[in-house]
């Protein structure tokens, strides 16, 4: 099962209706219970990236968040992103990418079944959160310059 397919299940699970449909302005939107996604993305590894999205506001955002000159709406906007990326991606995913032999962010992002976009956006909001590098059990994330993940001895 890919990861479009798993989180499909998972949104189903919690009683959440996802549609592929034809919008103009986002590549997914949600709506009470109800979730679309832009019906011409052309891979289910873009779509899960959405959809990770799209059930981080579920859990994180509360009412229409769509005006992005407000504060309160970005910083929620924010959250749900994170959800995304902790979901499909999180500090655990990118330790297992380093032990699976990535070597690069593409092969990183082949591996965790993401967009090479949606990677380098987990990324940088991972370095803006925990900034120069993370520790995490007998390993070091280091953000900056680079991704790079060392296994400490």
């Known amino acids: 099962m890919n990861a479009y397919e798993a989180l499909l299940d998972e949104a189903c699970d919690i009683g959440l209706i996802v549609k592929e449909k034809p919008l103009q302005y986002n590549n997914g939107r949600i709506k009470g ?26 859990h994180t955002s509360v009412g229409n968040i769509l005006d992005m000159d407000i504060s309160a709406n970005r910083k929620q906007e924010r959250q749900a992103r994170l959800h995304g990326y902790n979901h499909l991606i999180g500090l655990t995913g990118l330790i297992n990418a380093y032990e699976h032999g990535c070597t690069n962010r593409y092969e990183t992002a082949e591996y965790l079944e993401v967009t090479e976009e949606f990677l380098e956006e987990c990324i940088s909001c991972y370095r803006e959160k925990y900034g120069v590098y993370k520790i995490v ?7 900056i310059p680079n991704l790079a993940v060392f296994k400490r001895i």
């Open 137 to 143: 059990d007998n390993y070091i994330i280091y953000f």
């Open 33 to 58: 219970n109800r979730i679309a996604i832009r019906q011409d993305i052309n891979t289910t590894t873009e779509k899960a990236c959405v959809l990770a999205e799209e059930l981080g506001h579920h």
